[in-house]
Structures are given as C-alpha cells and as structure tokens.
C-alpha cells in the first residue's frame, strides 16, 4: 500500500488535468469527434499496397537503450513497441487488449493470472514460453535491474510465477489495478531470455539490440543518425501483418528542419508535428495532418524553488496567463485551453457518467475565464517584492516552445512578477523528471510532456501526488485522500472505483501545485504517400501501429 512516508519514484512525466473532452472511437476509417473548438480525427484511410520503407521521425530525440526496464520516454517506447508485444496492449480507442496474453482473469484480490498466447516465435525461431514472461517481470521489480518501473508500480508486485505450461501468476501485496494495467505500457514487454542474458549490459543497445516477438526485428542502430527495422515474416498476430519492408527512424528535433523535411517528403511522417507548423502542414498538397486524441497537457509545474509554492503566487500567474492565446501563438488552434488542474485524462470511457458529471462541476467552478491581470496583481502584492526573478526552463529548439515561454514571461511581468525563461536541451529536460538535484535551481518548468501511459486517472494521480524525486511539485496526497486513493486501486467495479477517484480528485484540485494551460491532442503527418496509422496517443506510445502502416495509394 501506498504510504506518505515511504520513498517512492515514478519516471513518468507529471499529468495534469482537464474537463472531460470526448475523443473519437468508431470504427470508421476517418471517425471524427468535437473536442470544445477542435476537430478529432482517430483513424486515418487504411492502407492499400506495400512499399520498400518509410522514413519515420521522432521530434523528442534519439531513443536510449531499448531495454524495456530503462525506458520511459516516447522516443524509446515508440520504437520499442513496433518490436517488442507485451503481454496487454493499448488499442486506437485508448482501450486495453490482449496481446502476448491471449486471456487473462483475476482470479482472487491479489492475483492476476496471464494464458500466454500459444505459437508465438522469437525473431530467431525459438518459442515464447512461459519462462520468457516470468523472467521478463522479473526484470522490472528486481532492485538490481534498476527499472523505471520499480516505484510505485513493482514494488506492489509479490511474486510472478510459472502457474501451467503456458501460464503466469501475478500476486500483488495487496489489490492493485494499475498494475494489470501496466502490463500494456513497457512494463509488460516480453523479452528472450537467453539472448537478454547474453547482451548483459548491452541488452538494447546499437551492438545488440534486442530479441522480442514483434512486426519488425530490430536490424541496426546508428548512433547519432538513425534506426532500421526490418518487417518479421512470421509474425503471429496475422490482423497485422506488415505492409512495409522496412521502416527508418530519423530523431529531427529542430521544429523547422522536421517542417522541411516532411513538407519535400524527405521524411513520411511524424507524431508530435511541430505545433507552429501546424497552418502550414494543414495546407499543404505534400500530406495531411491528422489531429487526434490524445492524453497529452502542456502546463507549468514548480520544481525548486521555495517562492513558487507560494499560493498567491502561482494564483497570479496562472491570472495573467491568457491560455486562448497560447492556443492561437503556439499552436494555430490546434489546442484547446484549460483551467482546472484535475489530474483527468481526456478520455476514460469506464464510468463515463460519473466522470462526466464531475467535470460539469469543474466547469461550474473555474469556467474558461480570460487573464485577470487586475486580480493577479492584486495577489502579487500580497507576496511582496521580489529580489531575484523566476525561473522558468522550457526545451531549446522547438518553436512552439520559444514563443509561449516568451508570451508567458511577457505576461507575468504585466503584473509585477520578474520572470526569465531559460533553454535546456531535450537531454537535459529529460533529466529534470529524474533528478531532484538538477530541479533546484529552478522554479518553474514550462512542459509539453505531461502524458500518461493510459487513460486510468489513478495513473496519473500515482505521477503527480505520491512521494519521490519524480513528484515535481512534492506535494503528496493527505492522509484521507491517500485512503481513498488506495481503496480505489483496490476495486474492479468501475463505478465504485470511479467515485473515489472522483473524491480523491477534488484534494488534488485544491492543491493548485500546478498551472495547466492547453490540451495539446495528438498531431500525426502523414505525407501523400502512406497512410494507416490512427493520430491517437498512448496508441502511438504502445501499439505496433507501424504494422498498420502501408501505401495510400
């Protein structure tokens, strides 16, 4: 169980909320929804032919190892979920399915138990046994693995054991949801075992690669330029069978290189397109961008110093903030503004009434309200003076990012808060969500990361107010919320689940540890020659959409 006084890490960026916005989830190819002023496209035209390759861009960076018990971050997982099946997986309509685990049923309150899909082979021919999954969740909640998921998510795991010839057992400490989940994120990815041993140190990496179960085999790793796959002739899963031969992954993360190269079809496509290209890449002949749902939030977050814990303070500044603009300046339209700091994704279908009416009262409480530059500075006497300004660190290189940073810090000193923004390179963001040393000299983080891996809000919620160095804020559930929190992970009825959620919810609202700003829904380019993939996230975070991925005409 969860415990305030417990040490904890979670190496997922912080989330923060927003009033329930309906995303598409027919079974049309081209199933559109109304997102407040936006348009939501899920699925794209499905492919009709084969090409060679496609060339594919990851605008976050390069990856790191791909070993699953060391990534955490889209570059990495976006590639490792092409070849790499997990034992559930997250589908376009943000729903959970199986995958490696053909069925699963939890049997008692502590115990999950995963019928490992028969006939799956390795990309070397050897077959997937139960041995394989056993020692692969092994991997992600032994202590000297040093996974990413170990806190809070391995920790509540027991044991996992070999139950049947194609069989495994989870037992958790105590019931747990989100750790069935979980097994559709990296947590659950199923590597060989031998070949993993093999690798030791190296496993994931450009010397080694990896040894999985995937669409496409890893084939070669050029440090610093690119990353080939190749298409997996025996595949299992035959709804999705590759249609391309091999797929190149470039890491562009200049804003307008990445433009140019997707506008003269040096590059394919891309998720996450650059948000200030997004009039240009809409009306270009070159491809189409597909705006889709998403669990992605733009926010600021106090990470060091002591001054931005100061209510009244981040009360002022999120006054002056006109967050319409932002939309506008950053994005063409492209993002819809928030107020409320719910810790809700945007999509959660279980429950759906009872989520629903709770955000109809968010909305009653904190409305769409336009800056209030009166009332900030109002709030910012009472702090008092200011002698030294605030820092606010935002990613080098991306355009969207340069002109809201410089938008917000022209805002805030409207109303007498002395504010600089400061470029990090991705790098070094990056190593923000993972050590508390690097977050102290700074007071503020302007981040277009705030994702989750899934739309359970208890996910989020476990990022953003539990205890550890990943908590950026360091604010943590009290007690009462803390009970509430766990009693909710604790049940399966998605009612009775969802209105502890909801009561937990509202401490969190009250915290105002965080500024939101935009819901920022996926932006996906594809250019004129390929199609199949669906713009929705963490589909594109999770699933092996590049199997779906083939020639447009």
């Known amino acids: 169980m969860y415990s305030n006084d417990t040490p904890r890490r979670w190496l997922l960026a912080v989330a923060l909320g927003v009033a329930a916005l309906l995303s598409a989830c027919g079974s049309t190819a081209t199933n559109s929804a109304s997102s407040g002023s936006l348009a939501l496209t899920t699925y794209t035209p499905a492919a009709k032919g084969e090409l060679a390759n496609v060339v594919w861009d990851l605008p976050l960076g390069e990856p790191v190892p791909l070993d699953p018990t060391k990534d955490w971050n889209p570059p990495e997982n976006e590639v490792l979920a092409q070849m790499c099946d997990s034992l559930l997986r997250i589908n ?44 692969s969740l092994e991997r992600q909640i032994d202590p000297a693995d040093a996974s990413v998921y170990l806190e809070p998510m391995g920790v509540m795991i027991a044991s996992v054991k070999q139950t049947g010839p194609l069989q495994v057992t989870l037992t958790t400490h105590v019931p747990n949801v989100l750790v069935n989940e979980m097994m559709a994120t990296g947590m659950g990815v199923v590597t060989e075992e031998a070949f993993t041993k093999a690798a030791g140190g190296s496993y994931g990496t450009a010397q080694h690669g990896v040894m999985c179960t995937g669409p496409f085999e890893f084939k070669s790793w050029t440090p610093g330029q690119q990353l080939v796959m190749v298409r997996n002739p025996d595949y299992w899963d035959k709804a999705l069978e590759p249609k391309v031969a091999s797929v190149t992954f470039k890491w562009v993360t200049d804003s307008s290189t990445l433009t140019d190269a997707l506008l003269t079809g040096e590059i394919d496509g891309t998720y996450e397109a650059p948000g200030s290209s997004v009039s240009e890449l809409r009306n270009t002949s070159a ?267």
């Open 92 to 135: 376009a309509a943000m729903q959970i399915v199986p995958d490696l685990a053909e069925s699963y049923s939890h049997p008692t309150p502590l115990t999950w138990v995963y019928n490992i899909r028969p006939g799956v082979k390795f990309w070397d021919g050897k077959p997937l046994t139960a041995k394989d999954v056993v020692y």
């Open 287 to 553: 491809g189409h961008l597909y705006v889709g749902p998403a669990t992605d939030l733009a926010g600021l977050v106090a990470i060091g110093g002591n001054t931005t814990q100061e209510t009244h303070l981040l009360a002022a500044l999120s006054l002056a903030i006109d967050r319409s603009a932002l939309a506008k300046i950053g994005y063409s339209g492209a993002a819809s503004p928030i107020f409320s700091s719910s810790v809700f994704p945007i999509h959660y279908p279980e429950a759906a009434p009872v989520y629903e009416a709770y955000n109809e009262e968010l909305k009653k409480e904190f409305g769409e309200h336009k800056a209030n530059v009166a009332e900030a500075r109002r709030l910012v006497a009472q702090v008092g003076k200011m002698t030294q300004p605030l820092t606010m660190v935002y990613t080098a290189g991306i355009t969207t990012e340069s002109t809201i940073a410089t938008a917000i810090v022209a805002e805030a000193e409207s109303v007498g808060i002395p504010m600089q923004a400061v470029p990090l390179q991705p790098a070094a963001v990056t190593n923000l969500y993972l050590s508390p040393a690097a977050r102290e000299k700074y007071d503020l983080l302007l981040s277009f990361q705030l994702w989750t891996d899934m739309t359970d809000p208890l996910e989020a919620m476990a990022v953003n107010t539990l205890p550890g160095p990943t908590n950026l804020s360091q604010w943590t559930l009290p007690p009462e919320a803390l009970k509430e929190f766990n009693e909710a992970n604790a049940t399966t009825d998605a009612t009775k689940r969802a209105e502890l959620t909801v009561a937990v919810d509202k401490v969190v609202v009250k915290s105002a540890r965080y500024i939101p700003l935009l819901y920022t829904p996926e932006r996906m380019f594809l250019g004129k020659r390929v199609t199949g993939p669906s713009a929705s996230w963490p589909y594109a975070f999770h699933y092996p959409w590049t199997a779906e991925l083939g020639a447009a005409g």
